[in-house]
């Protein structure tokens, strides 16, 4: 079996070994997946194998070692609850919730969006691309909920991801900051591409894709001095939103990945959720709105925050 090695540095004293792997592996590898993977002896610290309690030190080098397999090429349907906003003939505009990943990957096989698409519509089956995403026109990442517009037809997914393409789209997101931005509006055009130290990571670098953010504080007198946003997404890159904050020196409350590593709030998902979105039906042409109320969990930390 072939394997990935990644191999990284501590940087500060004390944190969770488990936790530490998971801000460096990013999406891919949950923490119960990478404590088997400690268990196996496939991590190391300064080349010993070590348990998950292990007090770190700065300056140690972790080695995390994760085998290699192969994406699966069939999905099994699973019946999974969905909560359906819209749906018709040709698509679907579903409230996703956080902890499911949109399709199929190494490392999230079963429990993801596509698995439950083709077993409440199985029509979707038939669609002329991979099975793994059938029915995706857009992503959002794993943890953050909200607002995903599902085609159930070919026809209708080539006409929706045209528009994705020619940005007529319009996707606004709520996000909750660990700091209030230099500006109360704003708008972030930094090219984004992998990272080139941690192969799981998005990061601005110059030569990478365009990338255009636009964000608006809409609330900032927290005692813990965060800031909850607005943001439209001019452009779609991968974990653009988290990178472009994160960039501007204003993580997203609750990312372990590209904020930080210990949390003040105890949340267990990073605060970001897809609130609306505006699109044009490829049938018909009319243009179609929807909301999404942040989720209850999200909501009483907001009231929380408020109360203090």
Known sequence: MAETQIEFAVETAGERLDKLIVAQVGDDLSR??????????????????????????VGQTIQVTIPTREEPETVQPEAIALEVLYEDAELAVINKPAGMTVHPGVGNETGTLVSALLSRWPEIGRMNIVEKRVGIVHRLDKDTSGLIVIAKT??????????????????????????????????????ISRDPEQRKKMAVIRGGKPAITEYRVTEFD???GQALVRVNLLTGRTHQIRVHMAFIGCPIVGDSVYGYRKQRLGLKRHFLHAA???????????????????????????NKLREK
């Open 32 to 57: 119960a997946q990478i404590q088997v993977l400690i268990k196996e002896g496939r991590v190391t610290v300064d080349g010993e194998p070590v348990k998950a309690g292990i007090k770190l030190k």
């Open 154 to 191: 070919d026809a209708a997914r080539i006409k929706l991801m045209a528009q994705f393409q020619a940005r007529t789209v319009e996707k606004t997101y709520l996000a909750l900051l660990e700091k209030l931005p230099a500006t109360q509006v704003g708008r972030i055009e930094a090219p």
């Open 222 to 224: 927290f005692s813990g």
């Open 276 to 302: 609306e979105l505006s699109f044009d039906h490829p049938t018909t042409g009319e243009r179609l709105h929807f909301t999404a109320p942040l989720p209850a969990g999200l909501q009483d930390i907001l």
